[in-house]
């Protein structure tokens, strides 16, 4: 099976959306104007780039919106059952997987609520695949 | 006739849309490449480029694009009979919305995934970039403007909404700054909050709050006036704080109460099993608009929405894992948004009366029917809730709250884009001050949206609402316009048959320039000396956009019948990024500017 690494965006990257028709996240200028606003660099970016370059192109990497719950909810309730958890134990392991800057592989939250530095992130997740 | 079969019947048409229409579009129109490598891997920088699972970033692309005016509008439209609104719903969404949104999408991708008013610029011409600035300032100005009057209006009629809406904005502080200092999930913050919102409703139902001594004191003409002064003075705080702190714990408050609200709609209906109680075409007096065109300009968003092509262009573009994924993505994203149009015309039609004579009574003239739209939403929305056992006063509350709460988030975020658009516009016209100067453009932001709001008018609240309205939906087409011509170019110069882009371009500039030159004599026969000016820009916006598209489409026939050139208007053959890093697939972009590529190594 082909193993999941997912990072939860924190506070300040994670695009604003739900404002609603002609009010969600759009970004009128992007290269070449005065007022080029795109989200401040973070934490994020540095992992995500350390995660790609390290781990081999079929382990996925995803990188998701802390109000994306829709889909982030099932994959770590998917992924908590795969390894056994029930009840309250599985209820710990998603509430932690929800929290802004978390890392996770195939479900299991390595890290929550703020990311290690780069080359510690990439020592974690390879840890953890090297244990499937 | 069943309100839950006419919403049956338009599922089955948008999934035979998306089935059939969105493949020929993605095979043969768009002619889409799973091979192609997209932006998100090309320029990946874990930032704004990142390749993104489709389902990840469909509930992003859903979330962005569906709000408050795919309701406002559908829900003045029924004036004209629930057929028509809704055949230029499903219509519309099939082979409008899903061609431009998907397009926008598309061409993006091709393009290193800049954003539309830059591949306005690059594709068409140099000027098409400073057309699209222009238009873009009188959408927001409008938005802000008919979302102002559809919040004071909305105060006004449920006054007990006041009090969760406005205890909202602490609410939501205190979730951004809980979320950022615990560093905790969003999730459950943002549900209690959802919670603690609806139970403010039980409060503000017993507390109503109403302005109406206040206004008389300080002299405005109107409640509504005073609620969209306030709105404004809120708007220019809110629009400089941190999107953190604010506008981004609203969001995950909204994007709970999206899917409570459509589940309301749909469960209400079904267990209710409503009748549609408005005729299908409606009789409608002598001297109110005639549907075409104005039902086409009346219902923007939820038909066809130029916005989209920013949220497309703008966000998704850059993070599209595989260009096929568009086609879900781009073509889903409008559908959703003609679902919840759906939603808002069986609300006004089969929830908010029980026979056609109380219907009539709510649609009797355009003035009272574009007027009191967002209140026969909420109240028919609140009957669906009904069904659900909800008490009608507070599930009244609750739809107008959920309204409020979409097209406050609207202002919030159309201000701060204004803002933002005034600062571009300085920088271009070398008004330093007005680009360096935050207080300024900020205010300048403000205060043009406020004079739109108060001026015109004069009296009769409702004819004033929907000719507003009327105008920034043919601003919204205008956008849209200027999206399917850069589209439509592309498709050309790539030699696909661009057909399906052309139909709807033509329509829309049919329509909106004929609404316009309507408009145009009935406010200079009215003496509306704010709305016929602004009207005139519009129409002189349009016909420039007819006239850039035409020039841009005709040198994309002549191109095509010599030699398959690089994509892009400015290129001039030279290799792209993207042509080097796609050897395989023969595609090219263009553009003078950097590419983005200089972020990935940040």
Same mark, same amino acid.
């Given at each position: 099976?082909?193993?999941?690494?997912?990072?939860?965006?924190?506070?300040?990257?994670?695009?604003?959306?739900?404002?609603?028709?002609?009010?969600?996240?759009?970004?009128?200028?992007?290269?070449?104007?005065?007022?080029?606003?795109?989200?401040?660099?973070?934490?994020?970016?540095?992992?995500?780039?350390?995660?790609?370059?390290?781990?081999?192109?079929?382990?996925?990497?995803?990188?998701?919106?802390?109000?994306?719950?829709?889909?982030?909810?099932?994959?770590?309730?998917?992924?908590?059952?795969?390894?056994?958890?029930?009840?309250?134990?599985?209820?710990?392991?998603?509430?932690?997987?929800?929290?802004?800057?978390?890392?996770?592989?195939?479900?299991?939250?390595?890290?929550?609520?703020?990311?290690?530095?780069?080359?510690?992130?990439?020592?974690?997740?390879?840890?953890?695949?090297?244990?499937? | 006739?069943?309100?839950?079969?006419?919403?049956?019947?338009?599922?089955?048409?948008?999934?035979?849309?998306?089935?059939?229409?969105?493949?020929?579009?993605?095979?043969?129109?768009?002619?889409?490449?799973?091979?192609?490598?997209?932006?998100?891997? &090309?320029?990946?920088?874990?930032?704004?480029?990142?390749?993104?699972?489709?389902?990840?970033?469909?509930?992003?692309?859903?979330?962005?694009?569906?709000?408050?005016?795919?309701?406002?509008?559908?829900?003045?439209?029924?004036?004209?009979?629930?057929?028509?609104?809704?055949?230029? !719903?499903?219509?519309?969404?099939?082979?409008?919305?899903?061609?431009?949104?998907?397009?926008?999408?598309?061409?993006?991708?091709?393009?290193?995934?800049?954003?539309?008013?830059?591949?306005?610029?690059?594709?068409?011409?140099?000027?098409? =970039?400073?057309?699209?600035?222009?238009?873009?300032?009188?959408?927001?100005?409008?938005?802000?403007?008919?979302?102002?009057?559809?919040?004071?209006?909305?105060?006004?009629?449920?006054?007990?909404?006041?009090?969760?809406?406005?205890?909202?904005?602490?609410?939501?502080?205190? @979730?951004?700054?809980?979320?950022?200092?615990?560093?905790?999930?969003?999730?459950?913050?943002?549900?209690?909050?959802?919670?603690?919102?609806?139970?403010?409703?039980?409060?503000?139902?017993?507390?109503?709050?109403?302005?109406?001594?206040?206004?008389?004191?300080?002299?405005?003409? &109107?409640?509504?006036?005073?609620?969209?002064?306030?709105?404004?003075?809120?708007?220019?705080?809110?629009?400089?704080?941190?999107?953190?702190?604010?506008?981004?714990?609203?969001?995950?408050?909204?994007?709970?109460?999206?899917?409570?609200?459509?589940?309301? @709609?749909?469960?209400?209906? @079904?267990?209710?099993?409503?009748?549609?109680?408005?005729?299908?075409?409606?009789?409608?007096?002598?001297?109110?608009?005639?549907?075409?065109?104005?039902?086409?300009?009346?219902?923007?968003?939820?038909?066809?929405?130029?916005?989209?092509?920013?949220?497309?262009?703008?966000?998704?573009?850059?993070?599209?894992?595989?260009?096929?994924?568009?086609?879900? !993505?781009?073509?889903?994203?409008?559908?959703?948004?003609?679902?919840?149009?759906?939603?808002?015309?069986? +609300?006004?039609?089969?929830?908010?009366?029980?026979?056609?004579?109380?219907?009539? +009574?709510?649609?009797?003239?355009?003035?009272?029917?574009?007027?009191?739209?967002?209140?026969?939403?909420?109240?028919?929305?609140?009957?669906?809730?009904?069904?659900?056992?909800?008490?009608?006063?507070?599930?009244?509350?609750?739809?107008?709250?959920?309204?409020?709460?979409?097209?406050?988030?609207?202002?919030?975020?159309?201000?701060?884009? &204004? =803002?933002?658009?005034?600062?571009?516009?300085?920088?271009?016209?070398?008004?330093?001050?007005?680009?360096?100067?935050?207080?300024?453009?900020?205010?300048?932001?403000?205060?043009?949206?406020?004079?739109?709001?108060?001026?015109?008018?004069?009296?009769?609240?409702?004819?004033?609402?929907?000719?507003?309205?009327?105008?920034?939906?043919?601003?919204?087409?205008?956008?849209?316009?200027?999206?399917?011509?850069?589209?439509?170019?592309?498709?050309?110069?790539?030699?696909?048959?661009?057909?399906?882009?052309?139909?709807?371009?033509?329509?829309?500039?049919?329509?909106?320039?004929?609404?316009? @030159?309507?408009?145009?004599?009935?406010?200079?026969?009215?003496? &509306?000396?704010?709305?016929?000016?602004?009207?005139?820009?519009?129409?002189?916006?349009?016909?420039?956009?007819?006239?850039?598209?035409?020039?841009?489409?005709?040198?994309?026939?002549?191109?095509?019948?010599?030699?398959?050139?690089?994509?892009?208007?400015?290129?001039?053959?030279?290799?792209?990024?993207?042509?080097?890093?796609?050897?395989?697939?023969?595609?090219?972009?263009?553009?003078?500017?950097?590419?983005?590529?200089?972020?990935?190594?940040?």
């Amino acid at each position: 099976m082909t193993s999941r690494v997912v990072v939860v965006r924190g506070t300040r990257s994670a695009a604003p959306a739900a404002g609603g028709c002609c009010g969600g996240d759009v970004r009128p200028f992007d290269e070449g104007g005065s007022h080029c606003h795109v989200p401040p660099e973070d934490e994020v970016g540095g992992v995500y780039r350390a995660l790609r370059s390290a781990l081999p192109d079929h382990v996925d990497i995803q990188i998701v919106s802390p109000s994306n719950w829709l889909w982030l909810l099932p994959e770590l309730i998917r992924g908590g059952r795969r390894r056994g958890l029930r009840g309250a134990e599985l209820r710990r392991s998603v509430r932690a997987g929800m929290a802004v800057s978390s890392l996770i592989v195939d479900g299991v939250v390595l890290v929550r609520g703020g990311l290690p530095a780069p080359a510690d992130a990439v020592t974690l997740v390879g840890r953890e695949l090297a244990l499937r | 006739m069943p309100a839950f079969v006419v919403g049956a019947v338009v599922g089955i048409l948008f999934f035979l849309g998306y089935r059939y229409y969105s493949r020929y579009l993605a095979r043969k129109v768009y002619a889409l490449d799973p091979a192609f490598v997209t932006p998100a891997h &090309q320029f990946n920088d874990g930032v704004d480029f990142v390749p993104t699972n489709k389902h990840v970033l469909f509930g992003h692309h859903f979330t962005s694009v569906a709000g408050a005016a795919p309701i406002v509008g559908p829900a003045i439209a029924v004036f004209w009979g629930w057929g028509p609104a809704l055949a230029w !719903i499903v219509l519309g969404t099939i082979f409008a919305a899903g061609v431009h949104d998907f397009g926008s999408l598309a061409v993006s991708v091709r393009h290193k995934a800049r954003s539309i008013g830059t591949l306005a610029g690059d594709v068409i011409n140099g000027r098409a =970039r400073f057309l699209f600035l222009a238009i873009i300032f009188f959408l927001l100005t409008l938005v802000n403007a008919v979302f102002a009057v559809v919040i004071g209006n909305l105060f006004v009629a449920q006054p007990g909404a006041v009090i969760p809406i406005v205890a909202e904005i602490p609410l939501a502080i205190g @979730i951004g700054v809980y979320i950022y200092r615990t560093r905790s999930s969003a999730l459950l913050p943002s549900l209690v909050g959802v919670l603690v919102l609806y139970a403010l409703i039980l409060v503000g139902n017993a507390v109503p709050v109403s302005l109406d001594g206040l206004a008389e004191a300080l002299g405005f003409e &109107q409640t509504r006036n005073l609620w969209v002064v306030l709105l404004f003075a809120y708007t220019w705080i809110a629009s400089r704080i941190p999107v953190w702190v604010l506008l981004q714990p609203r969001d995950y408050i909204n994007s709970h109460q999206l899917f409570i609200a459509l589940g309301v @709609i749909a469960l209400g209906v @079904i267990v209710g099993m409503s009748r549609i109680q408005a005729p299908v075409v409606n009789d409608v007096p002598e001297g109110a608009p005639s549907f075409f065109p104005f039902l086409f300009i009346t219902i923007a968003c939820g038909a066809i929405s130029g916005f989209h092509a920013l949220v497309s262009s703008g966000t998704s573009s850059k993070q599209l894992d595989k260009e096929t994924d568009g086609r879900y !993505i781009g073509y889903m994203g409008a559908v959703g948004e003609g679902s919840l149009a759906t939603g808002a015309v069986l +609300a006004t039609t089969a929830g908010v009366a029980a026979t056609q004579a109380d219907w009539e +009574a709510l649609y009797p003239d355009f003035a009272t029917a574009s007027g009191g739209a967002t209140g026969n939403f909420v109240n028919g929305v609140a009957q669906f809730a009904n069904n659900l056992a909800v008490p009608l006063d507070i599930a009244a509350v609750f739809a107008a709250v959920v309204v409020i709460s979409f097209a406050a988030t609207t202002m919030d975020t159309g201000v701060r884009l &204004q =803002r933002y658009v005034v600062q571009e516009i300085g920088e271009l016209t070398g008004i330093r001050v007005l680009a360096r100067n935050l207080t300024l453009a900020t205010t300048v932001a403000v205060v043009i949206p406020l004079a739109m709001a108060l001026l015109p008018g004069g009296g009769e609240a409702g004819y004033t609402f929907g000719v507003l309205w009327q105008l920034f939906g043919t601003t919204n087409q205008l956008t849209a316009g200027l999206a399917l011509s850069v589209i439509a170019v592309w498709v050309t110069r790539r030699g696909k048959n661009p057909t399906a882009v052309l139909v709807p371009l033509v329509f829309l500039l049919v329509v909106t320039t004929w609404a316009l @030159i309507l408009n145009l004599r009935n406010f200079v026969d009215a003496g &509306q000396w704010v709305l016929a000016p602004l009207d005139a820009i519009v129409f002189i916006l349009a016909v420039w956009l007819v006239v850039e598209a035409a020039l841009a489409l005709r040198s994309a026939f002549r191109e095509r019948g010599t030699a398959v050139p690089a994509e892009g208007g400015s290129g001039a053959g030279e290799e792209s990024v993207v042509a080097r890093a796609n050897p395989d697939h023969g595609e090219s972009t263009s553009g003078s500017t950097e590419g983005p590529a200089g972020r990935a190594g940040r």
